[in-house]
C-alpha cells in the first residue's frame, strides 16, 4: 500500500514501535498500531540453520556461510494513521 508520510509522521510512527530512524515503514490495511516486525541479519549454513558466532567457523572457511539481509520494519495500519496522525499534525 502506498501513502506519502511527511518527516514528522515517519519519525511520529517509528517513535510509537521504538525503532531506529532509518527503519523502513510498511503501510498495510487496517488499524494496526506501529509495530516492529521481521528479522535481523545474521549468517546461516547452506542448510539454513542459524550461526550465532561466525567466527567459531572460520576454520571451515566463509564458504560454508551464507549471510541473510536484515528484514526488519515498521508496519502501522492505514488506518491507525488516519486516525492518529492526521489529526493531530497540523
Known amino acids: 500500500m502506498s501513502i506519502n508520510l ?3 509522521e515517519r519519525w511520529i510512527i ?9 527503519c523502513p515503514i510498511e503501510v498495510v490495511a487496517g488499524d494496526v498500531a506501529p509495530q516492529m516486525v521481521g528479522e535481523s541479519w545474521c549468517w546461516r549454513t547452506k542448510g539454513g540453520k542459524k ?3 561466525p567466527s567459531a567457523y572460520s576454520k571451515k572457511g566463509w564458504s560454508s556461510m551464507t549471510y541473510c539481509n536484515s ?6 495500519g ?4 488516519e486516525t492518529y496522525l492526521h489529526g493531530q499534525i497540523s
Open 71 to 76: 528484514t526488519k520494519r515498521v508496519e502501522v
Open 51 to 53: 550461526i550465532h558466532h
Open 6 to 8: 511527511t518527516r514528522e
Open 14 to 22: 517509528r517513535m510509537e514501535a521504538n525503532a531506529h530512524l532509518n
Open 78 to 81: 492505514i488506518e491507525w494513521i
